[in-house]
């Protein structure tokens, strides 16, 4: 079952220029995650509406007829209110705290929810929002959401439409009564002008007089103002060097405590691969969800609030899905989970080899079978299944590996007597053909994983 919860700013709505179906909307979202994630058991566990008293009065009986919670957000100077704080830190806490809901969905216009967004995303929550035509073009908005955001236009309310104008209507007979009513205070009005326009004729002389006795004191004053500004320049030339200084002092403070911050992509992905093989040993499902290893990943490496993914320089978890599809690593992924399409051993070979390169060796040290095989191991693992072979063409990629002379040969400084002894053993997984000159590859998994037991046994 998955969880939706859903956080209305009313204030940020109420302004459009037509009345939102609040019922259709929500059926929309459902309907869509529905097909999406291709599980009928979708539910909202958390529906909020943030506004003010105005805005609430608005949509009052849809909220009520929904079970929409309604949170009333008092204004803070003259429109200005906390709604989009508030619903900002409720879906945070909701997803990441409380963990009650696994899809958040905001509705709203406000660029500012694009960066909540976009932090939920990278711990693995899948994250949308219902906006507006012109903003669903909006890059910002566009990657701050996993997947294209709601056209809020779609959930006109057309039948309020009917109930405007019979209130627009009453509103232009107010209107009229109002006109009659200014009329006749004008008119009293009129009476006070004539002797206003007398005393601001005096005013306007009194002012003249002040003005010429201000010119002359701000001459003199504008001597004195030069000569503290020359003093004035050759202090903030000396205070400039300090700053200059300290400014410099505190961007390499800044460049040390960035390197220290950021974690070796070889690290994150020996704990990727140490927990994924861990999922492995502990569930019968091999769908392993996105939020899952992500959290488990930032336990591990790095310390609360911050994301593994970022500090390894991954924007989300979809970019290491992609890479390890790159590296011949299978998997299939959705919105919320993803599926590595490998048995564990073959899961662990390749990220050995194409990843965390586990087997690669120091070539100027001394030859031996061990790091003969691993020799070996990784030139099959560039060869592909079901192709003819030959030995000469793979002993000559061996001896360029360990940087031989011409005329010399790397398998004299081991046990084996040559290549074929080798390909012998890996049995099934790899035939000899024309003669024993040739060798075909049909499992390079199992051919792998074959030449790894060889080295542990050597």
């Known amino acids: 079952m998955k969880k939706i919860g859903i956080y209305i700013d009313l204030e940020n709505i109420r302004y459009l220029d037509f009345h939102v179906n609040l019922k259709s909307m929500l059926k929309s979202i459902l309907d869509y995650y529905k097909e999406q994630l291709k599980d009928e058991y979708v539910i909202f ?22 079970h929409i919670d309604i949170i009333h957000s008092v204004p803070f100077k003259k429109a200005k209110n906390m709604a989009d704080m508030k619903s900002s830190l409720d879906a945070f806490e909701d997803f990441i705290i409380y963990k009650k809901i696994d899809i958040i969905v905001f509705v709203t216009k406000d660029v500012d929810y694009s960066i909540v967004m976009d932090k939920l995303m990278r711990h693995g929550c899948i994250v949308s929002m219902v906006t507006t035509s012109d903003n669903f073009e909006k890059n910002i908005f566009q990657n701050a959401c996993c997947h294209d955001p709601f056209k809020i236009e779609k959930y006109r309310d057309n039948a309020i439409k009917e109930n405007n104008k019979e209130n627009n209507l009453e509103n232009k007979i107010d209107n009229k009564n109002k006109n009659k009513k200014m009329a006749n205070e004008n008119s009293k009005n009129e009476v006070s002008r004539g002797n206003i326009i007398d005393n601001n004729k005096k005013n306007n002389e009194s002012k003249k007089r002040k003005k010429n006795n201000e010119n002359k004191s701000e001459k003199n004053k504008h001597k004195q103002n030069k000569e503290i500004e020359n003093n004035n320049e050759i202090n903030s030339l000396k205070e400039e060097n300090k700053i200059e200084s300290i400014e410099q002092n505190n961007y390499n403070n800044d460049n040390n405590d960035n390197k220290e911050n950021k974690i070796e992509e070889k690290d994150f992905w020996q704990c990727f691969s140490d927990e994924i093989k861990d999922f492995y040993d502990k569930n019968a499902n091999l769908e392993i969800s996105k939020s899952y290893i992500c959290n488990k990943i930032n336990d591990k490496l790095c310390q609360k609030g911050e994301s593994a993914l970022k500090l390894a320089g991954y924007q989300n978890i979809n970019e290491v899905i992609d890479f390890l599809n790159k590296n011949e690593i299978k998997t299939t992924s959705n919105n919320s989970s993803f599926t590595i399409e490998e048995t564990i051993k073959s899961f662990e070979n390749k990220m050995n080899v194409n990843i965390l390169n586990k087997n690669e060796i120091n070539y100027t040290e001394e030859i031996n ?20 072979i030959t030995l000469s063409s793979v002993m000559k990629k061996i001896n360029k590996e360990f940087n031989m002379a011409s005329g010399q040969s790397a398998i004299k400084h081991t046990k084996f007597k040559n290549i074929k002894e080798i390909i012998l053993k890996l049995g099934k997984s790899a035939e000899l053909t024309e003669q024993g000159r040739k060798f075909i590859i049909k499992d390079k998994d ?4 074959t030449l790894e037991d060889i080295t542990k046994e050597l």
Not at 369 to 387: A, M, P, R
């Open 446 to 449: 199992k051919v792998l994983e």
């Open 369 to 388: 079978d061990k790091n003969f095989i691993y020799v070996l191991k990784k030139v099959l693992s560039e060869d592909k299944e079901n192709k003819a």
């Open 45 to 66: 566990s958390i529906k909020k509406a943030y506004g003010d008293s105005k805005s609430i009065k608005k949509y009052a009986k849809h909220l009520r007829d929904l």
